[in-house]
């Protein structure tokens, strides 16, 4: 079982910073991808970027250039730098990892509670 709890969302202006941290805590062999996707009410969850425990990446379009996925494998820790913020970026935020609880288990998968965005004058 894996834990996730994120930090670092607020209300932050148009053009602005913010920081997200999703930390993993719990029992589990080795955690694989993990990712931050987010959500607006009355549409689909979507990705915005993921990296795996190798460190190669993946954005949407829509993050790329103006938001950065690392991670510190060492804490279990996955962040999201998000630059030059716009009103559209508004949205709760998800944490989502995949682990296994053994090396020959099968991948499974959890998300965080959220974290909400706000991108506001």
């Known amino acids: 079982q894996v834990q996730l709890v994120e930090s670092g969302g607020g209300l932050v202006q148009p053009g602005g910073s913010l920081r997200l941290s999703c930390a993993a805590s719990?029992?589990?062999?080795?955690?694989?991808?993990m990712g931050w996707y987010r959500q607006v009410p009355g549409k689909q969850r979507e990705l915005v970027a993921f990296?795996?425990?190798?460190?190669?990446?993946n954005y949407a379009d829509s993050a790329k250039g103006r938001f950065t996925i690392s991670r510190d494998n060492a804490k279990n820790t996955v962040y999201l730098q998000m630059i030059s913020l716009k009103p559209e970026d508004t949205a709760v935020y998800y944490c989502?990892?995949?682990?296994?609880?053994?090396?020959?288990?099968?991948?499974?998968?959890?998300w965080g509670q959220g974290t909400q965005v706000t991108v506001s004058s």
């Open positions: 989502n990892a995949n682990s296994k609880r053994a090396f020959w288990a099968t991948l499974e998968n959890y």
């Open positions: 719990g029992s589990f062999f080795s955690i694989n991808v």
């Open positions: 990296i795996t425990s190798g460190g190669t990446t």
